[in-house]
């Protein structure tokens, strides 16, 4: 059953839990763009991958997504506010470390959130990789900021539907989404340089081989001390519900400290 907090702000955070606590921290997944926790991490199956492996799982839904509140103000977003949101929901879970994994809006969000708070233990970037060492955010030049806002925002889903960005708004419909939150979340996203040589975590940059907002992976994983990358079968949409992306997120935050062994170049291989 999903639980709820108070942000810093006075937003509403909703997150729900899977197994209990036990000697190994928490892992923490926060969602991509346009989605929530149950699209994102439920359905492709990663949350019963943690759990089986005997893990205590927490998924917020961001503000603005899901069954979280929903301000319209720009000024309410923005990746590095949402990671005050999740070193809310630590302090919440009185965890002393945690396991972070965040996907494409949410790999920013993790990765402010490991800049500024030392209990992340391990982290797991997924859906991005170059931008954020370069942008500071999700690339934008595979999509412009512009568009997005366009299309969520349209009255007339024809006047749109031939734009490269119509499948955010797809997915917001689904999701029952509001488009309107979505699009001021847009206007706030994070576009500036991260400390990424800050993080002290160790770190896995895990992406799709055919995702364009995740190209050259090899360069996030270099501006990260601690870190390493491994592809996965898929494009952006694709990769996060391919069987190996689970299984590369709990085969790197179950297996003890160092025995994930390191291409020169940075890629993850096989122990």
Do not use: C
């Amino acid at each position: 059953m999903a639980q709820r907090f108070t942000s810093f702000d006075g937003v509403r955070i909703s997150y729900q839990e899977w197994g209990r606590p036990t000697a190994a921290p928490p892992v923490i997944l926060h969602h991509g763009f346009a989605v929530d926790a149950r699209t994102n991490w439920v359905l492709p199956g990663i949350v019963d991958a943690l759990a089986s492996a005997g893990r205590h799982v927490v998924a917020p839904d961001a503000r603005g997504h899901g069954a979280s509140d929903k301000p319209t103000d720009p000024a309410r977003y923005g990746e590095a506010t949402m990671a005050r949101d999740l070193t809310a929901l630590l302090d919440r879970l009185g965890a002393a470390e945690a396991d972070l994994v965040g996907y494409s809006m949410g790999g920013v969000v993790a990765a402010i959130t490991a800049v500024t708070d030392r209990r992340v233990r391990r982290l797991v970037i997924g859906g991005v990789a170059a931008s954020l060492a370069e942008q500071g955010g999700v690339d934008s030049g595979v999509l412009p900021r512009s568009e997005v806002i366009a299309v969520l925002l349209a009255d007339n889903p024809a006047t749109v539907a031939t734009s490269p960005a119509l499948a955010f708004r797809t997915l917001a419909d689904a999701a029952g989404a509001d488009r309107r939150a979505l699009a001021a979340q847009i206007t706030a996203a994070h576009h500036a340089p991260i400390p990424l040589r800050e993080i002290t975590a160790e770190t896995l940059v895990l992406t799709g081989r055919d995702d364009p907002f995740a190209a050259r992976p090899e360069v996030l994983a270099a501006a990260i001390p601690r870190a390493r990358f491994h592809q996965v079968p898929g494009d952006h949409l694709g990769a996060v519900r391919d069987p190996t992306f689970a299984a590369s997120v709990v085969d790197f935050l179950t297996a003890p400290g160092g025995a994930h062994r390191t291409h020169p170049a940075g890629r993850a291989i096989a122990p």
